[in-house]
């Protein structure tokens, strides 16, 4: 049992680029979601999905993209980097009954500097 | 939506009690409280959740009061290894019952010798 997976755990891009990250469970949990935390500061809900084909907005959405076209994976797309999205972002995943989340299981993150 | 509001930072020393407290007014009927602990350079790690009265597990206790509008987290006789930040956390509902899990801005404990 992995958990929580992420890759890469560093990664260096220029200001234009694009890129996905990686993020599988294999805890088959509903909900699954996606932070950023910016150095020094709390964690800020980029996007989540409460399970395969459904996705949501969270508190920062702009400029990524996500898809959850099965339960255990939940990538994010940076569509044209840009520094300010320099960060740890970090993968998250719960079990969800009932309207209840239960113990949410975070990845390793990832490491990104947007120069 | 269910905003948190915790301490900025709280000092402690080794072997004595902690609490922390965490204030949300808006907090939904349905709406559980789970308490994180985050070291750095890693991501939050589950300490403890909870939906009214008390809670206890092998590392903390967790206390809510009738009206559940705060919480209170319990760290007994801490340790140097309990330096991290602690986030409180309560669901966000929508009308479809969608859901956005919102962290505050944490509480940054410092357990001094």
């Known amino acids: 049992n992995a958990g929580v997976t992420q890759t890469p755990k560093f990664q260096v891009l220029k200001t234009g680029q694009s890129m996905t990250l990686q993020c599988a469970q294999d805890?088959?949990?509903?909900?699954m979601s996606w932070y950023r935390q910016d150095p020094g500061m709390g964690l800020r809900l980029i996007h989540y999905?409460?399970?395969?084909?459904?996705?949501d907005q969270g508190e920062v959405p702009n400029g990524y993209n996500v898809s959850r076209s099965t339960t255990e994976d939940f990538p994010l797309r940076l569509l044209s980097a840009a520094p300010s999205q320099t960060s740890v972002y970090f993968c998250?995943?719960?079990?969800?009954?009932?309207?209840?989340?239960?113990?949410?299981?975070f990845g390793p993150g990832t490491r990104l500097t947007v120069t | 939506l269910a905003k948190t509001t915790q301490p900025i930072s709280m000092d402690s020393y080794e072997g004595q009690e902690v609490n922390i407290t965490c204030s949300h007014n808006n907090i939904a009927t349905n709406d559980y409280i789970t308490w994180y602990q985050q070291f750095p350079s890693q991501g939050p790690r589950f300490i403890i959740q909870?939906?009214?009265t008390k809670v206890t597990n092998e590392v903390a206790s967790l206390f809510i009061p009738a009206d559940r509008k705060s919480s209170t987290l319990s760290l007994p006789r801490v340790s140097l290894s309990d330096t991290a930040v602690y986030y409180c956390l309560v669901g966000v509902s929508r009308e479809d019952s969608s859901y956005k899990l919102i962290f505050g801005s944490g509480t940054r404990l410092l357990v001094r010798p």
């Open positions: 998250a995943s719960s079990y969800l009954a009932s309207g209840r989340f239960y113990e949410q299981y």
């Open positions: 805890m088959n949990h509903e909900y």
């Open positions: 999905s409460v399970g395969a084909g459904i996705t």
């Open positions: 909870g939906y009214k």
